[in-house]
């Protein structure tokens, strides 16, 4: 009982203290340290006092933290407090056994301390550049549960696998508007259903960036704000259902934060883990599934294969869509019957997942409304789109790929509806999922936006436009969007 304590304590209470990103437990820890190794430089009559309490505390927390799991960021600061210690114990010892106490001249004992204090300090800013993700409230007026099915359909082969008889198998996560819960209620593990899920994704898409595992070991600790089959919210009304495909390598949980976002404001967001395309997908019977697709090196090869993928998704998008339908009707058990608008539906992606959405728009009648997150085009641009669309990218510098405008905007001006794309200055291509709550504000590779503002701003220009296309609620979409960007609109026949 007191293990499981104190871990719901530091996976669920994970602060922002000082802006640093660290729990109130390491806090302490780096607390301790400071003043163990400062404890020489205090006046001798505070100095034992201030020594034997800063040396329990961090015997204390390292005690803990070794039960609750400690994160690689708290290495340095206990390695400091560790080689303080001898320097910081040997005068009380040598006063208990009556020896004349006896101190290092200053300039000798400054090296000493000025080491120990930056060792301790790399801690800290380790912990906020690889952070515990602490995910933005979401604003809307509904609480949001979550679901994880998995489903097969019968009637398409597995196209990675050479097993006849293997059928395509994904695996979707819900996030909906929910009944209000008890503020202690259980939140939803991020990355996963249960932490060992969470670490095995973690750690794949670690691998996937090139990154060892390591580096981002406390984003499994993150959990939610979504409460796991919670009630569907109260009401008779239903709710428009927002499909959702990751980029490359990506996983269902990637955009976790955007989906909680649209959960609260009405949305049923359905995001799916593409088997052998996603980084790693954890399959209800515990068999894992790894991504093998890899690039060739060869561009023409490499577009082909993209093609061929994207097709692979968008058929995955389309068989989901049909389920929700299934579980409206409550042919599928969950707590949505009846709840699912399918007459109201936008496909929605990054990167890749943004590709695969448009193509799905392209052959299901179905699909009312597209939203591509920097997602290239690949695959056919005909048929031409007949879909209100809102292309969202980077900002777009030297290093962009050459064909990516050229081809984006090809696919808008086909559209027979009012295709938005909005460029986001500051935007990098990880802008548009988790990855700025949870890697170091490096603009290369999460933009120059920040942590805090980048969710929202995703999130504010997809629900202004989901608002408009789905619910057909007045207000000037055009000014909402500018007001984030570079924004360029194509209306049928006129052009941007």
Not at 135 to 140: H, K, N, R
Not at 334 to 356: F, I, N
Not at 398 to 423: I, Q, V
């Amino acid at each position: 009982m007191w293990q499981r304590l104190l871990r719901a304590d530091d996976d669920r209470v994970t602060e922002i203290i000082t802006g640093l990103y660290m729990s109130p437990l390491e806090f302490l820890a780096l607390l301790g340290a400071v003043a163990l190794v400062t404890a020489r430089w205090l006046p001798s009559a505070v100095r034992p006092r201030v020594t034997i309490a800063a040396g329990a505390l961090c015997a204390l927390c390292a005690v803990v933290l070794s039960v609750v799991g400690v994160r690689w960021q708290m290495l340095p600061i206990l390695a400091g407090a560790a080689f303080a210690s001898p320097f910081a114990a040997a005068p009380l010892i040598r006063r208990r056994s009556g020896r004349p106490s006896w101190r290092a001249r200053w300039w000798l004992a400054l090296p000493g301390s000025v080491a120990c204090v930056g060792l301790i300090m790399v801690g800290p800013v380790a912990a906020w550049a690889f952070p515990v993700p602490v995910f933005p409230e979401p604003s809307g007026r509904f609480a949001v549960g979550t679901r994880v099915m998995e489903w097969t359909d019968p009637n398409r082969p597995e196209t990675a696998t050479a097993d006849p008889h293997d059928r395509r198998t994904v695996v979707v996560q819900l996030w909906y508007p929910a009944r209000d819960f008890p503020a202690g209620a259980r939140r939803a593990q991020y990355l996963g259903r249960t932490e060992g899920e969470a670490r095995t994704v973690s750690d794949a898409l670690a691998r996937e960036a090139g990154l060892p595992g390591f580096l981002v070991d406390g984003v499994p600790r993150a959990h939610t704000h979504a409460v796991f089959d919670a009630s569907a919210a109260d009401g008779d009304g239903r709710f428009p259902i927002v499909l959702f495909s990751p980029g490359a390598g990506g996983v269902r949980t990637q955009n976790t934060a955007w989906a909680e976002e649209l959960a609260s404001n009405g949305y049923v967001v359905a995001a799916l883990d593409h088997p052998y395309d996603s980084a790693v997908v954890v399959l209800a019977d515990g068999r894992t599934i790894r991504s093998t697709t890899a690039s060739t090196g060869d561009r023409d090869k490499d577009d082909e294969l993209a093609a061929d993928q994207t097709a692979v998704r968008a058929a995955d998008l389309r068989f989901v869509l049909t389920q929700l339908g299934r579980m409206d009707r409550g042919e599928i058990a969950g707590p949505l019957a009846g709840r699912l608008d399918t007459g109201r539906v936008a496909a929605t992606g990054h990167s890749m997942g943004g590709a695969a959405a448009l193509q799905a728009a392209r052959q299901d009648d179905r699909i009312d409304a597209v939203i591509d997150m920097d997602g290239y085009p690949h695959g056919p641009t005909s048929p031409a789109l007949h879909r209100p669309t809102l292309a969202l990218t980077q900002n777009i510098t030297p290093e962009t790929d050459p064909r990516y405008m050229p081809r984006l905007t090809e696919a808008l001006k086909l559209n027979s509806a009012t295709s938005y794309r909005l460029t986001i200055p500051g935007a990098a291509h990880l802008t548009f999922m988790d990855a700025p709550l949870y890697l170091p504000p490096v603009p290369s590779i999460v933009g120059s936006l920040g942590r805090t503002e980048s969710p929202r701003v995703v999130a504010a220009t997809t629900v202004a436009f989901l608002d408009s296309t789905l619910r057909q609620r007045s207000g000037d979409l055009d000014a909402v969007l500018s007001a984030h960007g570079d924004l360029s609109v194509y209306r049928p026949g006129n052009g941007p």
